[in-house]
Each structure stands twice: as structure tokens, then as C-alpha cells.
């Protein structure tokens, strides 16, 4: 890991160089949480070592629970889930059908979402089908489906231990953990390098990485079991050390690379990767250099005047693609406030994050006046990120809708 300055991103270091009064220029007021590199926030929460989850909407959210009917109805949802959960195999990348091109099962691999057969000649290399999700994507052949799962479900077991205290689902989370990343049986490699594949075109992508964004999730939930000690001291150690050898991959390899120059949602969720997993892998210098480059390398480059991010626009679900690429910068956004630094209130020759919340937030109500192709309005969306939003600028700067599992996450007002 000595070499992470040079690993990264051309475009990155070239910013940093230019920039490094990032953290100077966007410090946080003394009054922000408690939030300690890479520590996170566990001195504040009991041991706890979250980067997204905030202990004071946690502990509210909690306290709720006996007289608040729309959390309570939340929580008995969670419940039952995990205790589905709890009943099933935990996933793994041992349970594809599909061996990898290189002969080893704990590679990952996945098909590129929107590609297809050529319906001209089945035979023939995959096609683009922008905004066509290939149903393929999610079968037993690849690893999508198992990632998609194992991730919910430590998600989903580490809120349900939080809120009950029952010991059985930090067991089962950790079970989760633990397969995904520990038992040598079972435990995926740290590397992209076959993720979103195109038949008769490439074996894996530079796309590929953005596999990956599922494992912040994955992060929290460890976190958050921590005070049952059902992920030992050792286990921590070792996860830890899985992610110094992903975030090395992200940063060395040619995909990860790649992925680091784009200049859309992928280039933002490439930022949002590596500076979370380099904190959670106690490397925060890695994750400095990333927050310190963003303004300019991101702000400034990929959100216009107006505020729309115009990278996206292209898209058949221009404005999905505005939200995602958004969600990234968010999360982004909360590393940062873990080093000291406000990028919700950085700006840069007019762009800011907070110009492109505005900007999707105008159109809430109103699909029939975006001017750019949507093939399906992403309502609940919109309102996931503006709940996410008003936390940041609120309360009760966006009019939002909150349910189901965001009234666990963050404190509505």
C-alpha cells in the first residue's frame, strides 16, 4: 500500500496537486458528529464503528420504536426478514454454475446489465440494450444474485440485532460476513477483474467495479454487530485486511484504473469505493487524497451550472442515472465528514452538490416536465435521496415521503 500515491487515478492526483487546501477550504463546524477517520463513529456509539449509520438517528430511531407506529411497522418487517435470513444458506461466490475463464470459483463474475444476444446471429458477440436490463444478470450462472443477497442480508441482520438485542442475528450476520469474505472455502477473491462481462466482446470491464459499491453496506452491518463479539478480534483483522488487498486492486489493476478516469456515475462511485474502503481498512491517507480531489475533479467537472449532472443525460433513464450518480457523491460526502471535511457544502465555480439536489428535487411530482428521456420515473428513488438530503440541509428544506427500512436508517422529523 506505499504506493497508493501513484496508483491513483492520473485525474485525481493531478487535482490533489492543485488543490490541497480541500480540507482547509470545507472543514466541518466543531459541532459535526463524532465521526474519527477510521475509526468512524464507534467512540460515539458504544464500539459501533459505522461510517454511514449515524448513532444519534440510531438511538432515536430506537427510542421510537414503542410509540411510533410507522417505525414499529418497519421494525416488524425487518424482523421477519431476518428471520428469513436466519434460515437460509448464507450466499457465496462458490454457489455459480459458471466457473471463471480462470479456473477459479472465488473470482467473481457477473454479466454487463443493459447487453444482450444478437438477435442477427445468437452466435455473434453481445449487443447494447442501454436501459434493457438482461433478466441473464441474476441467474445462477453468475455471482450478481449471491452479492445482491449477501449484502441485504448482513444489512438486514445487523439492523435487526441493533433494534432487538437479540444475540441470533448478530450470529447470523457475522455468518454472513464470514462466508463472503473469511472461510477460505468460501470466501471471494479481492478483485473485479471478470465482473459485468460481454460474451464475444470481454471476459470483464472496467464497469465491472461497480459491482463492488454493494460491500459499503456490508461495512456498517460489521459495525454494528461489534458489541456481541460474534466477529472476533482476529475476523475484524482479517476482513480489514480483505479490503487493503481489494482497494490495492482497485487502485493497481488496469479495470480499476479505468474505472477511475470515468467521468460519469461510474467515475463517482469509483470515489465512493475506495475512500470508504480505505477508511475501513486504516488507510485514510488513500481516502484523503480522494475527498481532497473532489471538488474540482468531480464538482466542478461533472455537475453544470444548473446543477444537472450532464454525463447522465444521455441515458434512457437520464434522470435514475442523475439520482445514482448523486447517491455516490453522497456517500463520498459522508467519508469526507469522517476526515474533517464538508463536501455537501463545497463549491466550485457555482457547482455544488447541494445546486444538484436542487436541480432532480424540482422535478418531484413533476416527470411529465423532465426534459430528457426517462423510461421509468423513479419516484421512490427521488424520495430515498432527498430523505438522505434533508438530513444533510434540513429539516424540512425537500418535501420527501420516508418508509420501510428509511425510518431505521434516518430520523424523519
Same mark, same amino acid.
Given at each position: 500500500?506505499?504506493?497508493?500515491?501513484?496508483?491513483?487515478?492520473?485525474?485525481?492526483?493531478?487535482?490533489?496537486?492543485?488543490?490541497?487546501?480541500?480540507?482547509?477550504?470545507?472543514?466541518?463546524?466543531?459541532?459535526?458528529?463524532?465521526?474519527?477517520?477510521?475509526?468512524?463513529?464507534?467512540?460515539?456509539?458504544?464500539?459501533?464503528?459505522?461510517?454511514?449509520?449515524?448513532?444519534?438517528?440510531?438511538?432515536?430511531?430506537?427510542?421510537?420504536?414503542?410509540?411510533?407506529?410507522?417505525?414499529?411497522?418497519?421494525?416488524?418487517d425487518?424482523?421477519?426478514?431476518?428471520?428469513?435470513?436466519?434460515?437460509?444458506?448464507?450466499?457465496?461466490?462458490?454457489?455459480?454454475?459458471?466457473?471463471?475463464?480462470?479456473?477459479?470459483?472465488?473470482?467473481?463474475?457477473?454479466?454487463?446489465?443493459?447487453?444482450?444476444?444478437?438477435?442477427?446471429?445468437?452466435? *455473434? &458477440?453481445? =449487443?447494447? %440494450?442501454?436501459?434493457d436490463?438482461?433478466?441473464?444478470?441474476?441467474?445462477? @450462472?453468475?455471482d450478481? !444474485? +449471491?452479492?445482491?443477497?449477501?449484502?441485504?442480508?448482513?444489512?438486514?441482520?445487523?439492523?435487526?440485532?441493533?433494534?432487538s438485542?437479540?444475540?441470533?442475528?448478530?450470529?447470523?450476520?457475522?455468518?454472513?460476513?464470514?462466508?463472503?469474505?473469511?472461510?477460505?472455502?468460501?470466501?471471494m477473491?479481492?478483485?473485479?477483474?471478470?465482473?459485468?462481462?460481454?460474451?464475444?466482446?470481454?471476459?470483464?470491464?472496467?464497469?465491472?467495479?461497480?459491482?463492488?459499491?454493494?460491500?459499503?453496506?456490508?461495512?456498517?452491518?460489521?459495525g454494528?454487530?461489534?458489541?456481541?463479539?460474534?466477529?472476533?478480534?482476529?475476523?475484524?483483522?482479517?476482513?480489514?485486511?480483505?479490503?487493503?488487498?481489494?482497494?490495492?486492486?482497485?487502485?493497481?489493476?488496469?479495470?480499476?484504473?479505468?474505472?477511475?478516469?470515468?467521468?460519469?456515475?461510474?467515475?463517482?462511485?469509483? *470515489? &465512493?469505493? =475506495?475512500? %470508504?474502503?480505505?477508511?475501513?481498512a486504516r488507510?485514510?491517507?488513500?481516502? @484523503?487524497k480522494?475527498? !481532497? +480531489?473532489?471538488?474540482?475533479?468531480?464538482?466542478?467537472?461533472?455537475?453544470?451550472?444548473?446543477?444537472?449532472l450532464?454525463?447522465?443525460?444521455?441515458?434512457?433513464?437520464?434522470?435514475?442515472?442523475?439520482?445514482?450518480?448523486?447517491?455516490?457523491?453522497?456517500?463520498?460526502?459522508?467519508?469526507?465528514?469522517?476526515?474533517?471535511?464538508?463536501?455537501?457544502?463545497?463549491?466550485?465555480?457555482?457547482?455544488?452538490?447541494?445546486?444538484?439536489?436542487?436541480?432532480v428535487?424540482?422535478?418531484?411530482?413533476?416527470?411529465?416536465?423532465?426534459?430528457?428521456?426517462?423510461?421509468?420515473?423513479?419516484?421512490?428513488?427521488?424520495?430515498?435521496?432527498?430523505?438522505?438530503?434533508?438530513?444533510?440541509?434540513?429539516?424540512?428544506?425537500?418535501?420527501?415521503?420516508?418508509?420501510?427500512?428509511?425510518l431505521?436508517?434516518?430520523?424523519?422529523p
Amino acid at each position: 500500500m506505499k504506493r497508493f500515491a501513484l496508483a491513483l487515478p492520473w485525474a485525481i492526483l493531478a487535482v490533489a496537486a492543485t488543490f490541497p487546501s480541500a480540507a482547509a477550504a470545507f472543514s466541518l463546524p466543531a459541532a459535526a458528529p463524532d465521526c474519527e477517520a477510521s475509526e468512524g463513529y464507534a467512540a460515539a456509539f458504544g464500539g459501533r464503528r459505522t461510517f454511514t449509520l449515524l448513532p444519534s438517528d440510531l438511538e432515536a430511531i430506537k427510542a421510537a420504536l414503542p410509540h411510533d407506529p410507522a417505525v414499529s411497522a418497519a421494525y416488524r418487517d425487518l424482523i421477519a426478514r431476518a428471520d428469513k435470513a436466519l434460515a437460509a444458506k448464507p450466499a457465496s461466490v462458490m454457489d455459480k454454475r459458471r466457473i471463471p475463464v480462470s479456473g477459479d470459483r472465488h473470482d467473481y463474475v457477473s454479466l454487463a446489465r443493459y447487453w444482450w444476444p444478437n438477435p442477427a446471429n445468437p452466435k *455473434d &458477440a453481445y =449487443v447494447r %440494450r442501454d436501459g434493457d436490463t438482461n433478466p441473464e444478470i441474476e441467474t445462477n @450462472r453468475f455471482d450478481r !444474485a +449471491a452479492l445482491s443477497r449477501m449484502t441485504r442480508d448482513a444489512d438486514t441482520l445487523a439492523l435487526a440485532y441493533y433494534y432487538s438485542g437479540e444475540p441470533k442475528y448478530a450470529d447470523g450476520a457475522a455468518r454472513v460476513i464470514r462466508t463472503w469474505f473469511l472461510d477460505p472455502a468460501t470466501a471471494m477473491n479481492p478483485h473485479m477483474n471478470y465482473a459485468q462481462a460481454v460474451p464475444g466482446i470481454s471476459e470483464g470491464r472496467p464497469e465491472g467495479v461497480l459491482d463492488g459499491a454493494s460491500f459499503i453496506a456490508v461495512i456498517d452491518a460489521a459495525g454494528l454487530i461489534a458489541p456481541s463479539g460474534t466477529l472476533t478480534p482476529a475476523e475484524v483483522a482479517a476482513l480489514e485486511n480483505w479490503f487493503v488487498r481489494y482497494v490495492d486492486w482497485m487502485l493497481e489493476s488496469p479495470n480499476g484504473k479505468a474505472e477511475g478516469e470515468a467521468s460519469n456515475n461510474h467515475g463517482l462511485w469509483y *470515489d &465512493a469505493q =475506495v475512500a %470508504r474502503f480505505a477508511l475501513f481498512a486504516r488507510k485514510p491517507d488513500i481516502a @484523503r487524497k480522494i475527498v !481532497a +480531489a473532489f471538488p474540482k475533479a468531480r464538482i466542478e467537472r461533472q455537475i453544470d451550472p444548473s446543477g444537472a449532472l450532464p454525463a447522465e443525460l444521455g441515458r434512457t433513464r437520464s434522470f435514475h442515472y442523475s439520482l445514482y450518480a448523486l447517491g455516490a457523491a453522497y456517500t463520498l460526502a459522508d467519508s469526507a465528514a469522517c476526515l474533517g471535511v464538508d463536501l455537501y457544502r463545497a463549491e466550485e465555480k457555482g457547482r455544488s452538490l447541494r445546486k444538484a439536489t436542487d436541480h432532480v428535487a424540482a422535478f418531484r411530482g413533476r416527470a411529465a416536465e423532465w426534459p430528457y428521456e426517462e423510461i421509468g420515473w423513479p419516484a421512490e428513488t427521488l424520495d430515498e435521496l432527498l430523505v438522505r438530503a434533508d438530513s444533510v440541509w434540513g429539516p424540512g428544506v425537500y418535501p420527501r415521503a420516508a418508509s420501510g427500512d428509511l425510518l431505521l436508517r434516518y430520523r424523519i422529523p
